[in-house]
């Protein structure tokens, strides 16, 4: 190929995926109890390893890279080959300003190369679904705006649905309020949260406890289904492989041709959310 397809950590995508198709990733750093990090896709901490820390009591933080990190990543590919870079939302982070900086510098260095920079406004399994897709494109031979241009039509039907199993997750990342976590710990509320169309993460619904949750992610999955063998769908966990076992087998039951795997959730996503997050994540129609 012409080119390079690359993405970033915080799509979680699969380690064995990454392997399997030599898609080469920049790796989000992190930190727990002071010991930084980069999320190499479990190889280095692994995720159960990661979830248990955070019920020990750790707290872990996430932080963004810098123009000179994506120059290092960047720059021996753009010497050689156009890139296309799959990128998380915009969104959800300041990074994405420092990988446009980036660009911006190694084009004026190298005039004569293409280097596409996509916005999923997406994260962990709905961004990686879209790059499987855009990937196959890349690997049947497809130029390079090609599959950019079908990342760009088709990112708004990335869908992804979560619970979390625990609010002082959301706490601690200043997504709610201490005293909305504490009232929605004493009435058992868990919130449903969906990747919306600027690509943020929003509250759609409360429903009181863990079962009525999962249901409700299971009905959501399906309505906004597309054609089923279409793609795949993922079920995330953050170590909660039994309820994520249960999401799987509930929406396969409605939706038998779909093909689901589950997968985990990354350390970033994780930091935020906690352990005992599941999620559905699916291309389906476009987000409402």
């Known amino acids: 190929m012409d080119y390079v397809f690359m993405t970033d950590s915080d799509s979680d995508l699969p380690y064995e995926l990454k392997v399997k198709y030599d898609i080469p990733v920049v790796y989000m750093p992190y930190a727990v109890d002071g ?3 980069l999320d190499d896709l479990g190889q280095t901490l692994d995720h159960k390893a990661y979830f248990d820390s ?3 009591g750790s707290t872990p933080v996430t932080s963004a890279l810098n123009k000179a990190t994506y120059l290092d990543y960047f720059e021996p590919i753009l010497k050689e080959k156009d890139l296309l870079f799959v990128a998380f ?7 994405l300003r420092e990988v446009y900086a980036a660009r911006e510098e190694l084009l004026a260095k190298y005039p004569e190369r293409k280097f596409i920079v996509v916005d999923t406004l997406s994260i962990s399994g709905p961004m990686t679904l879209l790059l499987l897709k855009a990937h196959e494109m890349y690997r049947g031979g497809a130029p390079i705006e090609e599959v950019a241009s079908w990342l760009e039509n088709n990112k708004m039907r990335a869908e992804g649905i979560f619970t979390v199993d625990d609010l002082k997750y959301l706490r601690r990342g200043g997504r709610i309020s201490q005293t909305a976590a504490t009232l929605g710990t004493m009435l058992d509320l868990k919130p449903i949260i969906m990747e919306d169309r600027e690509g943020k993460l929003s509250s759609v619904a409360k429903v009181r406890g863990r079962k009525k949750a999962l249901n409700f992610i299971v ?6 289904m597309g054609d089923p063998k279409e793609s795949m769908a993922f079920v995330l966990h953050a170590d909660d492989p039994e309820d994520a076992e249960r999401l799987k087998e509930a929406v396969q039951a409605k939706i038998p041709e779909l093909e689901v795997r589950i997968y985990p959730i990354g350390p970033v996503i994780g930091a935020h959310c906690g352990p005992g997050t599941v999620a559905t994540c699916f291309i389906g129609k476009e987000r409402p």
């Open 35 to 37: 010991k930084e990090y």
């Open 54 to 56: 955070m019920r020990a």
């Open 89 to 95: 939302s915009s969104q959800l982070s300041m990074t």
């Open 219 to 224: 009905d959501k999955t399906v309505e906004l």
